[in-house]
């Protein structure tokens, strides 16, 4: 199997613990990676499963994925950035690789098999997921799915790449232009031609024009799919071997496949309708086959549904995705295109995807449900602040700062918390956020409707989930009564008692608020709303 490097970061343990890392895993005796590091003479790691689009996913079947990121490497960006370029990191990974906090940890140097197997068997549990896929899609308010989902897109999805736009405006906005030209005010380009296509092209120009774009042809090659037969066995054996790392990856694939119920759920808000079960179960079957070919990243369903429809692509699209990537891949021009097109000149599409998502969102839920999906978009920005600050520190640390205290030292926190930097609520919150962006979308949801009984038993699943720690921890824990879990106890207590006691005259009206816009009528009962 091909040897190659996934992130390196210190202080793994503790951070793996406190969100204090961008990419979790430690490596002894390598060093620090700078400038001109050939991915070709490190030893390999274990790779730690992440969130990856589909289509992305087929650019890992090559023979030499680390073709990718070694440019990056030679410029400088360090072993995370060539890990992002690797896998062609798009929108819904970056996104998730934030929440996916339960990591797998090995002190030392370890193979690449443990991140296959992981891969394999988290595709297993994927897969799984569509025997109660369809049923939680039924009972589950569309403004928790799609509020969840307009979390990741507004902090990550669009923050993040119009942040890269204001760092390299000259090539941006140039892109930028023909982005809300084309596709978001929907006019026409000379010639019919698309706009994302000339966006790109156009930033990629004036990058070549200032000198910001590289051509580069040493990574072009044939690198055709290997599988990865015995380390895949191997990787299986270990886990099974170490039951613990379980409590790592199964809250990970749970998400995995809740967020493909979401996703599911934001296409069909767009008018097109997807068996939630079977798409759970080709998510897993790609995972799984992924693995077999050296992948450790999950795949899942598109978040940028939406945009794709507003592009007028159809199953074509996809299909010619597929192709263009894969064989990308296998001749190694994902290396020549990631030097060619600056991060600039793409990051108004993606700008373009979370401004579609939070847009269809406002139109497919009720307009009174709005205020369940602002609710649910709330842990997501604890999800930001948290992977900021670990930036943050890990910046400090690397630029030589010493005797730093780690995220989630009890002084550090208390000096936090004087400044007015709540850490430990937005850890608690960035832990699982999707899942809570859901639960705390559905039950506000439900209230509003006045179906109470659904939104108490919304708060006692998120009771039992923190118990456990698939929410609010990073990591599976035997049942616990902490405080978060008493706090989720008391509102689902709340919901199921407190409308059989309370005069019928309070659950028939409303209080309307003059002049508020929240569409919602003195006159509907509980049980019409």
């Known amino acids: 199997g091909r040897r190659w490097l996934a992130a390196l970061q210190h202080h793994a343990q503790r951070c793996g613990e406190h969100g204090d890392i961008d990419r979790l895993i430690d490596v002894r005796g390598v060093g620090e990676v700078g400038e001109g590091v050939d991915l070709d003479q490190l030893q390999r790691p274990v790779l730690l499963p992440q969130k990856v689009d589909a289509e992305d996913d087929v650019s890992l079947w090559a023979g030499r994925p680390d073709q990718v990121g070694k440019h990056r490497l030679q410029r400088g960006h360090g072993l995370v950035g060539a890990l992002r370029h690797v896998v062609g990191q798009s929108d819904i990974a970056e996104a998730f690789h934030h929440h996916a906090r339960r990591r797998i940890h090995v002190a030392g140097v370890v193979d690449l098999h443990i991140g296959v197997g992981a891969g394999f068997m988290g595709g297993v549990v994927a897969a799984l997921g569509a025997i109660v896929g369809p049923w939680l899609k039924e009972i589950t308010p569309r403004a928790g799915m799609l509020g969840t989902l307009c979390g990741i897109a507004l902090v ?301 038993g919304f708060a006692i699943a998120a009771s039992l989930m923190s118990s456990v720690g698939i929410i609010h921890s990073y990591k599976l824990q035997l049942p616990q009564l902490d405080p978060i879990t008493i706090g989720y106890l008391i509102v689902g207590a709340f919901m199921y008692l407190y409308p059989l006691v309370a005069p019928k005259e309070d659950l028939e009206h409303r209080i309307v608020v003059p002049d508020e816009p929240d569409f919602m009528d003195e006159d509907m009962p509980a049980h019409q709303a």
């Open 156 to 456: 990550f999805i669009g923050s993040v790449p119009l942040a890269q736009i204001f760092e390299s405006p000259i090539i941006a906005f140039t892109s930028l232009l023909f982005i809300l030209w084309g596709l978001i005010g929907r006019f026409r380009l000379p010639g019919n031609l698309p706009a994302g296509l000339v966006a790109i092209a156009a930033g990629t120009v004036i990058a070549i024009v200032l000198g910001e774009s590289k051509v580069d042809v040493s990574g072009i090659g044939f690198y055709p799919p290997v599988p990865y037969i015995g380390d895949l066995l191997a990787g299986i054996q270990y886990l099974f071997a170490n039951p613990e790392l379980f409590l790592v990856l199964i809250p990970v694939q749970i998400y995995n496949f809740i967020e493909t119920m979401n996703n599911v759920e934001s296409a069909e808000a767009a008018g097109d309708h997807y068996p939630v079960g079977l798409c759970q179960v080709t998510d897993g079957a790609g995972t799984m086959l992924g693995a077999l070919f050296g992948s450790p990243f999950p795949t899942t369903v598109y978040i940028g549904h939406p945009a794709y429809k507003r592009l007028d692509a159809h199953a074509g699209y996809i299909i010619g995705v597929a192709v263009v990537i894969a064989a990308a891949a296998f001749v190694g021009l994902l290396s020549f295109l990631a030097g060619l097109i600056p991060v600039a000149a793409a990051a108004p599409v993606l700008v373009f995807v979370s401004v579609s998502l939070i847009t269809n969102t406002a139109w497919a839920v009720k307009p009174m449900h709005m205020a369940a999906v602002s609710f649910a978009i709330l842990p997501h920005i604890s999800a930001f602040l948290v992977t900021k600050w670990g930036s943050l520190m890990n910046a400090l640390r690397s630029s030589g700062v010493e005797g730093l205290p780690s995220l989630g030292d009890e002084a550090l926190t208390a000096a936090l918390l004087m400044e007015g930097a709540h850490y430990e609520g937005h850890l608690a919150l960035s832990q699982g956020a999707i899942i809570t962006g859901l639960i705390w979308g559905a039950i506000v949801a439900d209230i509003i409707d006045g179906r109470f009984k659904m939104a108490g």
